[in-house]
């Protein structure tokens, strides 16, 4: 199907552990981004992606690394996990400039540290 | 650094009603502006984009404006239905594809 998809949708896990989110996107879009929500401080920009090998830090990279070597995928990897890490993660995707810019977002994944 | 503020955080009316939530930015340098609605345990979902050459956008009962003299957009959402009950975000970026969100208003309409 047509889309954007993240994995899993719910995660459990424990401090200190590596943790990779995946999201996959059939369009082809350039862009690819990844957010945190939490309450109080809405969703936050943790990194994105223009193009594939090409990365960039958003406003809170600390504890997270990127990778894109697909145009369709783009993992976001918790090194070491950290309670502060509990959140809902949101994976988002968009063509490049004028109306393609429209931000399409997957369902999210609900991780827990422990 | 940017931020982004929405007013209010809640709000509660009676369907029929017509209304008007707001977004405020501190750097008005704004190029691309989006106005998204996000229903509990969902992802969200873009209801309108204003490019930086536009000044609003219309889809349906919604219209959204983006002033960026002043740094504020607006969404109006005309006739209002319990179904548009959700959060609403706006989010917009500068330079770079950095899309900075807001908090957010929840939106609640009683039947």
């Known amino acids: 199907d047509a889309g954007i998809t993240q994995s899993p949708r719910y995660k459990i896990t424990e401090t200190g552990r590596q943790v990779t989110l995946m999201c996959h996107q059939t369009?082809?879009?350039?862009?690819m981004f990844w957010y945190r929500q939490d309450l109080g401080h809405g969703l936050r920009l943790i990194y994105y992606?223009?193009?594939?090998?090409?990365?960039d830090k958003g406003e809170v990279p600390d504890g997270y690394v990127v990778s894109r070597s697909k145009t369709e995928n783009f993992p976001l990897t918790l090194e070491s996990a950290t309670r502060s890490q509990t959140s809902v993660y949101f994976c988002a995707s968009s063509a490049t400039g004028g109306a393609g810019e429209k931000l399409f977002f997957g369902s999210g994944t609900q991780l827990s540290v422990l | 650094k940017q931020e982004v503020t929405q007013i209010p955080a809640a709000l509660s009316v009676p369907e029929g009603e017509n209304l008007v939530l707001n977004c405020s930015f501190t750097?008005?340098?704004?190029?691309?502006l989006q106005w998204f609605r996000q229903d509990p345990g969902k992802g969200l979902t873009s209801l309108l984009l204003i490019q930086s050459s536009q000044r609003e956008q219309t889809s349906g009962r919604l219209n959204a404006s983006l002033d960026k003299s002043s740094g504020r957009s607006t969404l109006y959402i005309a006739a209002s239905q319990p179904g548009d009950s959700a959060t609403y975000l706006c989010?917009?970026?500068?330079?770079?594809?950095?899309?900075?969100f807001g908090t957010g208003t929840r939106l609640k309409v009683l039947a």
């Open positions: 750097d008005s340098a704004i190029y691309n």
């Open positions: 369009w082809s879009h350039s862009y």
């Open positions: 992606s223009a193009a594939a090998d090409i990365t």
């Open positions: 989010a917009g970026r500068g330079g770079t594809y950095k899309y900075i």
